[in-house]
């Protein structure tokens, strides 16, 4: 149970966090923060927090558990105002989709209490940012990927897996290293992808035209391409090195299917196509598979 969980960021990711542990009776109070007074005297009338805090220090002070959902890139700039106003026992996770650079960033921040901070990355979200659209149910069944430190407190771990699991998710350990190159491989590349994808059809005279007559396969692959784009700059930029080496494999891949194409080998591109059709077919597809930050991966 938590006494008081503190809030940083009362948009989608925070909010949801907020009711999903209201839902499972796991938190007395919840005090929040946003920057956009809008945003909190939303949270505040959607029941989401108990009380809407006018600066970070206000909803960290006597909070035993902070929830950092602010961009990546902003993760620094926050835990540095979060830190000083810490209890002893106090904790603090975020929700980012990349791990590498927000580890680097919570000890540039937070030094010896680094080890009461737990980079977290729960695999939910919706395309639709934002307060009004926060769900308590939005992390149930999902995957939640903590990746602690080797001087991350055992204690404060265990605290953060039983919170996740409380609210419904599916958690699992692994080091930023390896969180940061499997996302670059199933969230990260494919969002990029679908980016470009969309803007080499806009860039055509015969674009519009082109979108006038598309249908579901055009949908589906890209759907993601509607995602924000704040946060996949940030995404993109803050795990770009395993990014840049999944797009060579992509790259690869491409290349081998075009010369297909261009040498008219029918043979060998269906044998291509059926060995990738069967791979897709036999994933097991799971309520994890949604991409994060769109929020999707």
């Avoid at 937070?110 to 737990?118: I, P, T």
């Avoid at 995404?235 to 990014?243: E, M, P, R």
Wanted: proline share 4%.
């Amino acid at each position: 149970m938590v006494e008081q969980l503190g809030v940083i960021g009362c948009g989608l990711m925070g909010g949801s966090f907020a009711l999903a542990l209201r839902q499972a009776g796991q938190v007395g109070r919840v005090v929040g923060y946003s920057r956009s007074p809008q945003a909190r005297q939303q949270a505040l009338t959607r029941g989401v927090i108990d009380v809407a805090a006018n600066t970070v220090a206000e909803a960290v002070v006597g909070s035993d558990v902070v929830l950092v959902a602010v961009p990546v890139a902003a993760t620094e700039a926050t835990l540095r105002e979060v830190t000083p106003h810490l209890k002893p026992q106090a904790w603090c996770m975020d929700v980012g989709s990349t791990k590498g650079d927000v580890v680097q960033a919570a000890r540039r921040a937070m030094g010896a209490r680094v080890s009461h901070f737990v980079p977290a990355h729960p695999i939910a979200g919706k395309e639709l940012a934002g307060v009004e659209h926060a769900d308590a149910q939005l992390y149930r069944g999902r995957l939640v990927v903590l990746t602690p430190q080797s001087d991350t407190s055992t204690s404060v771990t265990e605290q953060a897996r039983a919170l996740w699991s409380s609210v419904g998710g599916r958690v699992e350990v692994m080091s930023a290293q390896a969180h940061d190159s499997a996302f670059a491989a199933v969230s990260h590349l494919p969002h990029l992808l679908a980016f470009a994808y969309m803007k080499g059809l806009m860039e055509q005279a015969e674009g519009e035209e082109f979108l006038r007559l598309a249908g579901p396969g055009f949908r589906d692959f890209s759907r993601i391409a509607g995602s924000d784009s704040a946060v996949w700059r940030d995404i993109l930029l803050g795990n770009s090195q395993a990014v840049l080496q999944q797009l060579t494999h992509f790259r690869d891949a491409l290349d081998a299917l075009a010369s297909q194409v261009k040498a008219g080998d029918g043979a060998q591109l269906q044998r291509i196509i059926a060995e990738v059709a069967q791979k897709r077919r036999a994933w097991p597809s799971n309520p994890s598979d949604a991409s994060s930050a769109s929020s999707d991966e």
